[in-house]
Each structure stands twice: as C-alpha cells, then as structure tokens.
C-alpha cells in the first residue's frame, strides 16, 4: 500500500525569530496545480497562526532529504 500523506517543513520568520515546524497533509499531490494549491494552504495556514510574519518558506520534506 503506497502512503498517500505529505509532510512539510515551514518556516516561518517574524520579528521574534525564526519558527520552524512540520506539517502533515492527508494527501500528496502530483500536478503542478495540486503543488500550488497544497502550498497556498499550507501558507494560509502560517499566515493565520503567525500574523506577524516577515518570510513563510515551504519545503517539502521528501525534498530536504535528497
């Protein structure tokens, strides 16, 4: 059975500092506008949990690992 969630690394600039976190999405998506989508999401997200934010970068963490 192939595993169908995507995990993220975020990080998240503000004035205090650097946040970096994971995040799990239940899906992961092969189109260029299933990425774009999942990333507007994710940055949404960020947004409304830090609205004091400066830099919100998204890095898939199947990709940090290469």
């Known amino acids: 059975m ?5 995990t993220y690394i975020i ?3 503000t004035d205090e500092g650097i946040a970096t976190f994971y995040k799990t999405m239940p899906t992961r998506p092969k189109t260029h506008k299933g ?5 507007n ?3 949404k997200w960020a947004m409304e949990n830090y609205p004091n ?4 970068n998204i890095i898939p963490a199947y990709e940090a690992t290469k």
Do not use: D, M, P, R
Request: hydrophobic share 35%; charged share 25%.
């Open 41 to 43: 999401k994710l940055e």
């Open 11 to 13: 990080n998240v600039t």
């Open 2 to 6: 192939e595993t169908t969630a995507a």
């Open 35 to 39: 990425i774009k989508s999942q990333n």
């Open 53 to 56: 934010w400066t830099e919100i």
